[in-house]
């Protein structure tokens, strides 16, 4: 089986298009818009033979390290103005109203313990255990999965439709008892609370910075970005189909593969 690391960061808006393709995806949940399913920023991948690899990243520091000032959208006003009108409406024919026309006072927010707790939660139901002490190993690999997917995408919907402060300990606590917490993997996960401990420990920490470098050095300058198994990139939400059936085409292409350095591989669930 192929796989793909989706690199996001939850400051990103279009990273948001991607986390609820890519959650309907998993869970085999289809847009309620009928009209829009043939448009290509409506499309669902197909991930039969494909493994998502989450990899939540720190937008400043990729920015830093390839030049960048701050995000496109802030730095460029009428660029940030016609993101936001094109995410909204994108995410309408998608079925998902709300996304606000223009930014929240309070974007971008401080997503690092966000961040940190979405890298956890991608290392997989068990490691989480581990890390809380409680031993147990999840039995249910795919429901872990879903949850992953399922928790990235209220972080970004409670982020940008709610208007919550995701960089507020209270805010991810709540979502991680209700999305992570009290979900069916098999394993007895710990509470928001204590999510929010975990996410500040020292290997917790290192291994979200880990993850970030590990984005430097695939030479990858935004998000979201997808990375394959033989070190090809794509960048953005619109190329979220060609990413996913990179390894059934890539023979076809005439150009030197390996845009990337592969990336360090991360564990998968």
Request: with cysteine; glycine share 8%; hydrophobic share 40%.
């Amino acid at each position: 089986m192929a796989s793909v690391n989706f690199w996001f960061e939850f400051a990103s808006p279009y990273s948001m298009i991607s986390a609820l393709r890519l959650l309907r995806a998993l869970t085999g949940r289809i847009n309620p818009n009928p009209e829009a399913q043939g448009l290509p920023s409506c499309q669902l991948p197909d991930l039969s033979d494909v493994s998502i690899v989450y990899r939540p990243i720190l937008l400043p520091a990729l920015f830093a390290a390839s030049g960048q000032t701050m995000l496109p959208g802030v730095q460029v006003p009428a660029k940030g103005k016609y993101m936001f009108h094109d995410v909204h409406r994108t995410l309408s024919l998608l079925g998902c109203p709300g996304f606000p026309a223009r930014p929240h006072t309070n974007w971008p927010p401080n997503t690092v313990l966000a961040g940190r707790m979405a890298w956890m939660l991608a290392q997989g139901p068990s490691y989480v255990c581990a890390l809380n002490s409680s031993g147990e190993p999840s039995a249910k690999l795919e429901q872990g999965a879903q949850v992953l997917a399922e928790f990235v995408w209220r972080v970004f919907e409670a982020e940008f439709i709610g208007g919550e402060d995701i960089g507020s300990p209270k805010v991810l606590e709540r979502l991680w008892n209700v999305y992570v917490a009290k979900a069916d993997i098999g394993s007895e996960m710990p509470n928001g609370e204590r999510a929010v401990e975990l996410a500040n420990t020292s290997v917790v920490k290192n291994g979200y910075r880990d993850n970030t470098q590990a984005a430097i050095a695939c030479k990858l300058f935004g998000a979201p970005s997808f990375t394959t198994d033989d070190g090809d990139m794509y960048w953005g939400n619109d190329h979220l189909l060609e990413a996913m059936a990179h390894h059934k085409v890539c023979s076809l292409l005439d150009q030197p593969l390996g845009y990337c350095t592969k990336s360090a591989p991360s564990p998968k669930i």
